[in-house]
């Protein structure tokens, strides 16, 4: 069974399309390639990714689906396309010739109407994808959950894949109304939960490893093993952690799982989701 890092990011780095990299970021304010990730995956025992995009744009995909075309290792793509167009049906068949390109994902935690993933055009959108092949990935903040409840259960056979496990306010032990909202979300069985993100939601310069225990107990209460994967969130983990920091966090909570259930978090399961 592959391991695969469900989720990291390549950008070749422009001030403007990634003003949200603040000063405080200022460590990832650089480009972030294939060729600076393959290394570490390997020295990790990764045999592969899914890279995410993190512009809004098609040229982002062409930019993503090019690293992938070079690069074996970048097992699936998750793009952009404008969900809300008339036309998003011509967009999705048009993808559908890049083997790679596994779906697609909206910023949706940024945008100021927080219920927008329940926009009737945005849901036009979504009914489209299950029909091409396509996952999504829903990005949001913890406010969006309850959103998210009444998104999912509009599409039972559409595969999601809640990104970051919806980002917690970790670094302020904020677990309450988060943890009874999510697990509303995941009595869906087609959502799946990303274990990513975590350090960045931390105290970025003093966390330590047990501030993440209570919130990986409630998400493998709500989603179970077979629901959950690991992403890194490389390099955007760096504001707060190395690859290897980041990873041990998972490996020692997981490591009292059978080998079975630690194989299908560390791959089999975005295996499984993404359909690689």
């Known amino acids: ?5 469900s989720h990291q990011h390549f950008w070749k780095y422009d001030p403007v399309t990634y003003e949200w990299i603040n000063d405080e970021m200022a460590v990832i304010r650089h480009d972030f390639l294939p060729e600076d990730l393959e290394p570490v995956l390997k020295a990790n025992g990764f045999d592969g990714c899914v890279t995410v995009q993190s512009d809004q744009s098609e040229a982002e995909n062409e930019f993503q689906l090019a690293n992938a075309e070079k690069h074996s290792f970048i097992k699936g793509v998750i793009g952009w396309v404008d969900l809300q167009s008339p036309q998003v049906e011509e967009g999705l068949a048009y993808y559908s010739q890049f083997k790679k390109l596994k779906g697609f994902r909206h910023v949706l935690q940024g945008e100021p109407q927080r219920d927008f993933m329940l926009r009737p055009a945005f849901l036009n959108g979504i009914s489209l994808l299950k029909k091409h092949g396509y996952t999504y990935d829903v990005l949001i903040f913890p406010d969006q959950l309850n959103y998210t409840a009444d998104f999912v259960s509009r599409f039972p056979n559409q595969p999601f894949v809640i990104d970051h496990i919806a980002k917690p306010d970790i670094k302020n032990k904020t677990i309450d109304d988060w ?28 966390w330590k490893p ?10 493998v209460e709500a989603f179970g093993v077979n629901r959950l994967m690991f992403g890194s969130d490389w390099p955007v983990c760096k504001v707060a952690a190395e ?21 299908d978090f560390f791959g089999g399961n975005a295996g499984k989701f993404y359909n690689i």
Do not use: R
């Open 1 to 5: 069974m592959l391991k695969i890092d």
């Open 179 to 206: 943890a009874k909202d999510i697990k509303t979300v995941a009595k869906f069985e087609n959502v799946y939960c990303k274990v990513s993100g975590m350090v960045t939601e931390a105290d970025w310069k003093g």
């Open 210 to 219: 047990t501030d993440f225990h209570p919130y990986l107990d409630v998400i």
């Open 243 to 263: 690859y290897e920091q980041m990873l041990d966090i998972v490996k020692s909570y997981f490591s009292k799982f059978s080998d079975a259930e630690q194989a």
